[in-house]
């Protein structure tokens, strides 16, 4: 069974599809006035959104005659905090070769760490 972070991250491959994303990030909409600026079908949209919602990414809810679909927050939540993770292991990881290199230079005879440019003066 594909789990729920990558049935997000999949959906969102395609660029219509994070398009879709990006409009209902302002509000609701229809499957109609999504459709709107596209060269597309309702139904090609409603493909979309299908694919979407199966991702857990939107709902649809039903409004009297209007179908609109939200975006679900908390799924980018949960993406969010994978990316975050990642993006701080990273940079532990440029901090500890930054340390080594430094070493590195220190350890060299006749070398000198770089000077930091003064408060007030451009370099």
């Given amino acids: 069974m594909v789990d729920e972070l990558s049935k997000a991250f999949s959906a969102l491959a395609d660029p219509t599809r994070r398009d879709i994303v990006a409009r209902l990030a302002v509000g609701d909409a229809t ?3 999504l ?3 596209y ?3 309702l139904q090609a949209v409603s493909k979309h959104l299908k694919v979407l919602e199966d991702a857990g990414l939107v ?3 039903k409004d009297a005659q209007r179908r ?3 975006l679900e927050a908390n799924v980018f939540d949960l993406m969010t905090k994978w990316i975050e993770r990642y993006r701080r292991e990273a940079e532990e990881r440029y901090q500890r070769l930054d340390a080594v290199l430094a ?3 220190d350890e060299q005879p006749g070398t000198r760490a770089p000077k930091s440019p ?3 003066h451009e370099s």
Avoid: N, Q, W
Wanted: aromatic share 0%.
């Fill in 35 to 37: 459709a709107e600026p």
């Fill in 118 to 120: 003064k408060k007030g």
């Fill in 103 to 105: 070493d590195l230079h």
């Fill in 39 to 41: 060269d597309v079908s």
């Fill in 31 to 33: 499957v109609s006035e």
């Fill in 68 to 70: 609109p679909v939200h």
């Fill in 59 to 61: 709902t649809r809810s």
